[in-house]
């Protein structure tokens, strides 16, 4: 059976790094065409990618939608509800790079296109596959921690100086900047699929280095089964702490790492040219605490990789696409939210 045939709109860090790599991989899965304006870009596409055709535009791309299965778009967050509606309207199955769009509105009326036009559309929530998440769902289903009582996750960097060439820094949040917009959505999809929905959100918004993207976040999430998650997204952090902290009524459970799988991926490694992708040394590995007792916990595997073995079953067999993009629209609802209960300094309660 031919390959499907992904057209990649954007060669920065998601579609060169995570995107081009993993569908490359993917057995059913092909890279046919690549979109970006850099002549510097397309000479990184000559060489990682020959046999993908180099596209200088979007239109470019609409010109030669028979020659592709779907699109992915990996571009600036401003750019994505409006090239995948484009490209829906063209007829295409989409991959949006998370986040769905800048706002709930934006991405709700582009869920319900892709609905009416019964055209898949899916976002890529890669960390839903972290080695960390994966272990915690299993400890969880194991009730190795009892009843988790709350939640800590955080993606902390020290990056003190704020960057001009960064869109995520030099781009206000309403137009897609900003490290909630970037990181929250990971932290915010992440709890979600582990806890369930949230009843209350509190939220702390600060924009400490001088340029127009907020740079520290924290959100305090209330779940429906009492679980509240504490999520901190920062750039300002000069000591991080542990990647995740989850406390339970049996035990405590904590990574002190991030998943290795992006660093690999940036590394230029890819997931069918190593054996044991994913997998984390033991040096790395999160831990069962009781008090004074501590163990480590063997990692699962970090899996990538599934979502785009997940999308070729969705569009060969039917079957459900990797990430329900009426997730994404309930993620950016509580972002705004998170926003809201910053600038009003209260609570903020969903409506259910």
Request: charged share 25%.
């Amino acid at each position: 059976m031919a390959d499907l045939r992904a057209a990649i709109i954007g060669y920065g860090l998601a579609g060169r790094f995570f995107h081009a790599p993993l569908v490359a991989a993917t057995e059913g899965l092909a890279v046919a065409s690549v979109v970006t304006s850099s002549p510097e870009r397309q000479a990184l596409v000559s060489r990682e990618h020959p046999g993908a055709q180099i596209l200088s535009s979007p239109a470019e791309l609409w010109e030669r939608v028979e020659d592709h299965d779907l699109v992915i778009v990996a571009t600036p967050n401003e750019a994505h509800a409006p090239l995948a509606t484009e490209a829906i309207d063209r007829g295409l199955r989409v991959v949006v790079d998370k986040p769905l769009a800048v706002t709930s509105g934006e991405a709700e009326a582009l869920v319900k296109k892709s609905e009416q036009r019964s055209r898949l559309l899916t976002v890529f929530q890669n960390r839903r596959w972290d080695s960390d998440q994966l272990t915690l769902a299993r400890l969880l289903a194991e009730d190795r921690l009892g009843t988790v009582l709350r939640y800590e996750s955080r993606f902390e960097r020290w990056r003190p100086s704020a960057s001009a060439e960064s869109w995520r820094d030099s781009t206000a949040p309403e137009l897609g900047g900003g490290q909630l917009l970037d990181l929250g959505t990971h932290l915010v999809d992440q709890t979600l699929v582990l806890f369930g929905p949230v009843t209350h959100v509190y939220a702390e918004i600060d924009a400490r280095r001088g340029a127009p993207g907020d740079d520290d976040a924290f959100l305090a999430l209330r779940h429906e089964d009492g679980v509240i998650s504490h999520l901190r997204a920062s750039a300002i952090t000069a000591a991080p702490g542990p990647r995740l902290r989850a406390l339970g009524t049996k035990a405590a459970f904590v990574v002190r790492d991030l998943d290795g799988q992006e660093s690999a991926l940036r590394s230029g490694a890819r997931p069918d040219q190593v054996p044991d992708w994913g997998s984390e040394p033991e040096s790395r590995w999160g831990r069962l605490v009781r008090g004074e007792e501590s163990a480590p916990v063997p990692s699962e595997r970090g899996d990538w990789p599934r979502f785009y073995a997940l999308l070729v079953r969705a569009l060969r067999d039917g079957d459900p696409p990797p990430v329900d993009p009426h997730d994404a629209v309930t993620t950016l609802r509580i972002l705004e939210a998170a926003r809201r209960s910053a600038d009003s300094l209260e609570v903020v309660a969903l409506s259910s």
